[in-house]
């Protein structure tokens, strides 16, 4: 195809999907953008492209769909002009909602990135449109009929890589049985909440998939695909949908974050036990829709100052009825089921990142780094600084 051909499709695109599209060279450079009205990304988040424009290269003629690590979405196409240079055609970037102030500062905690780059990324992000999964879907059904497809060569004899994976799945052909028994008694530990099923998941590793942690892609694609399968089972006991998939989306988008097996390894035990922690609380006590209501409230705001006040105010009831009934349901405060919830993300962040207890108090909404040590201490029995020395990923 002609870059004439390419740039006429990709402006017909960003018309009729209302999104942003660029072709780019063997540079990273963008040789064409359609509109050129918005706000160029930020250098961090140019920088994110990279892996993913290298990997469409050496997939030519196949549409990709990826998802960075500050939840943007784009379609990669890559494709050789007659003059023999691979380009890629970048179809996005969209978001599928627009993120608040807190949440981008989250963003930017996640990827080691300073905080006072918040306003510039939240300038940028709240300028990408929105689309929904739907939406997404349909774009790339479309997607897929008007690019071209690079058909597969048919080759007589069985390239070197593709004989050793065949030859792992011939060898594992005759385990299949004891694979399959091995996951049944993992899935059935794990949906009882059973601490049990972290030893399950690993000897079934051990014995059946140690394979899929030959290269770190394939290593990604089965925490995907576990993080996915924990998330379905966590809904399926009855696990709010949306807290759900908010922490599949934080494990997802932080995993492909990292470069190394090892780096890998150290997320898979975070990914079971935060899981494990969630199927643990699920079917305890069903609560009133208004205890619900308040308990998503919280979740979703997390970042921000509550107040038993400004949340009787968002549900429009008396604070003093909605802390009794509330009270009378969970056994206990709003103001400690705030605590816990922040305690748990602060629990991740003290795994995952470098920044300082300071940085992390003030982004959950506490008011003092001594306060948040106190209430850390009151809920998990050891103060953040040592839960961070005992349960911190190494960097290798």
Request: glycine letters at 4%.
């Amino acid at each position: 195809m002609k870059n004439f051909e390419m740039i006429t499709l990709l402006k017909d695109c960003a018309i009729a999907f209302h999104i942003p599209v660029h072709l780019i060279n063997k540079k990273n450079e963008a040789i064409f953008q359609y509109p050129d009205t918005f706000l160029k990304p930020p250098e961090s988040i140019l920088e994110t492209r990279h892996p993913f424009l290298q990997e469409s290269r050496q997939a030519a003629g196949t549409l990709q769909l990826v998802k960075d690590p500050f939840n943007q979405y784009a379609f990669f196409y890559a494709y050789e002009n007659p003059q023999q240079e691979v380009l890629v055609a970048l179809i996005g970037p969209f978001l599928h909602e627009p993120p608040s102030w807190k949440e981008v500062q989250l963003g930017l905690i996640m990827n080691d990135l300073p905080s006072s780059l918040t306003d510039d990324f939240a300038a940028y992000l709240n300028q990408l449109p929105v689309r929904t999964p739907k939406e997404l879907a349909s774009m790339q059904r479309v997607l897929q009929h008007v690019l071209p497809v690079k058909k597969k060569e048919k080759k007589t004899l069985m390239e070197p890589d593709l004989q050793h994976h065949y030859e792992e799945y011939a060898a594992s052909l005759e385990s299949y049985p004891d694979t399959v028994a091995s996951k049944q008694e993992f899935i059935e530990r794990f949906k009882r909440g059973e601490k049990q099923a972290v030893d399950a998941y690993y000897a079934l590793m051990d014995d059946n998939l140690s394979y899929v942690k030959n290269y770190v892609r394939s290593f990604k694609n089965h925490l995907i695909r576990l993080v996915t399968e924990l998330s379905l089972l966590c809904i399926e006991k009855g696990a709010k949908t949306d807290e759900t998939a908010s922490l599949s989306d934080f494990h997802i988008s932080f995993l492909e974050t990292k470069e190394t097996v090892e780096e890998l390894e150290g997320l898979e035990s975070i990914i079971l036990r935060s899981f494990l922690e969630r199927i643990q609380t699920v079917g305890r006590q069903s609560f009133s829709p208004l205890v619900e209501r308040a308990q998503k409230y919280i979740f979703q705001n997390l970042t921000k100052d509550l107040t038993l006040k400004g949340i009787a105010e968002t549900l429009n009831v008396n604070p003093n009825y909605l802390s009794g009934v509330f009270t009378k349901e969970t056994g206990g405060s709003i103001t400690q089921f705030i605590n816990q919830q922040r305690i748990t993300e602060a629990k991740e962040l003290l795994c995952i990142t470098e920044h300082s207890l300071m940085d992390i108090s003030m982004l959950l909404g506490y008011n003092s780094q001594s306060y948040f040590t106190r209430v850390f201490k009151s809920v998990e029995g050891i103060g953040p600084k040592e839960f961070r020395q005992k349960y911190r990923i190494k960097e290798k």
